[in-house]
């Protein structure tokens, strides 16, 4: 993923979570994991896919005040989801950076989300 990229940062994570990534001890982790986290919830929506087209920045990923990630929606995300009547998305979030195990340096992310209807 290309964290170097603010044309890529921009565009897919809105300001607080660029925010909230670019403050953590490795912001490419951070970042990764709200990547696969989007992917996740965007999958968890059932909607189809718009490829490089679809608007991740809709979802927005930021930990509560005890630190569990928290899905907010916008947009096209949002009305997608009040229309199948989903009003709670769970989201879990692993991420570490990995050195020397498989290729130096790299970051390793995973999440998984249920959309709720209660």
Known sequence: ????????ISRNFTDAEIAYCR???????????????????FKSLGVSSKGAGAAM???EILPN??????????????????????????LSLSHSDVSELIVPFQTVAIAFAQASTS
């Open 65 to 90: 005040e005890t630190g569990v990630p928290e899905v907010t929606l916008h947009g096209e995300a949002k009305a997608a989801a009040a229309a199948k009547g989903i009003f709670k998305i769970h």
């Open 23 to 41: 403050a953590q001890p490795s912001f490419q982790a951070s970042f990764a994991a709200r990547w696969v986290g989007k992917e996740a919830v």
């Open 57 to 59: 920045k809709e979802i």
């Open 1 to 8: 993923m290309p964290t170097e990229s603010q044309t890529f």
